[in-house]
């Protein structure tokens, strides 16, 4: 009974050295957040949204302990952005490629706080990439009126290979969003419209009816034109926002 009572205080003493040295809690869910994304959720496009869940625990409040923490905000980032990397097979693709990702720069527009034990959740999406760069935007959203708390864009350099390459390998071999494909048979529809008068009915050509028969069925097609149609525009407030990353970047290199 004295040797189980002894192995009992090892073990509570091991906890409270590894909550000491480590945020063990942090861990624990971030390897169950990889667990959930990669076996239990299903699979995305990488051109949609992916959403995780969180509450605004006791840990997780302010001083004045009214509300959630403003640093916060980014840790929850985490799990959403490993969510998104798993579902979409984004982060296994960089990896596959002889790349490697980090964050490089991000920016965080509050608009109302998330009170102590209120549920929020985190919705994640692609809204351009150029050849060095992924640019997501994360959206912390109330789950009862879908309020906005608050907005955050970030920026993932992408190093060692090119961002053009990798999304050139998800774009063809996901399955197409509902989204995209009723956008691809509006398409067709639009151009079979602009046939000049008198051609009588408009009919698709060969290469119309295939992508028309692959958006139908949920694929898109591998080409690269198609490829290029799916890259989002630049948003203008990102381009604004880019803009202001590279004057820094001179700034700091001309030692200002």
């Known amino acids: 009974m004295e040797q189980l009572c002894y192995v009992a205080l090892s073990c509570l003493l091991a906890i409270v050295l590894l909550y000491g040295l480590l945020e063990l809690h942090y861990f624990l869910r971030m390897c169950l957040c990889v667990l959930l994304a ?43 952005r490993v969510d998104f990397y798993e579902r979409t097979q984004l982060y296994r693709t960089i990896r596959r490629l002889g790349g490697s990702v980090f964050q490089g720069a991000a920016t965080i527009r509050y608009r109302r706080f998330i009170r102590p034990f209120r549920r929020f959740k985190i919705i994640s999406r692609i809204i351009y990439w150029d050849e060095q760069s992924l640019f997501m935007e994360h959206r912390f ?11 955050v864009i970030c920026r993932q350099r992408v190093i060692d290979v090119a961002m053009e390459a990798v999304m050139a390998e998800l774009l063809p071999k996901t399955a197409a969003t509902p989204l995209q494909a ?44 198609s490829t290029t149609k ?27």
């Open 141 to 151: 959203v109330r789950p009862s009126d879908k309020f906005v708390h608050c907005i």
């Open 182 to 225: 009723a956008a691809s048979r509006h398409t067709l529809s639009s151009t079979a419209s602009l046939q000049p008068v008198g051609m009588g009915t408009a009919t698709a050509t060969p290469a119309a009816t295939l992508e028309a028969s692959q958006a139908e069925n949920g694929h898109v097609t591998t080409s690269t034109t």
């Open 38 to 80: 990669r076996f239990v959720k299903r699979r995305c496009h990488i051109l949609e949204s992916t959403t995780v869940n969180g509450v605004c625990l006791s840990t997780d409040v302010d001083t004045l302990l009214y509300h959630m923490n403003n640093a916060r905000y980014f840790r929850e980032l985490d799990f959403a």
């Open 230 to 256: 799916l890259k989002p525009p630049l948003p203008p407030e990102l381009g604004k926002w880019i803009e202001y990353n590279e004057m820094s970047s001179k700034n700091l290199r001309s030692g200002c």
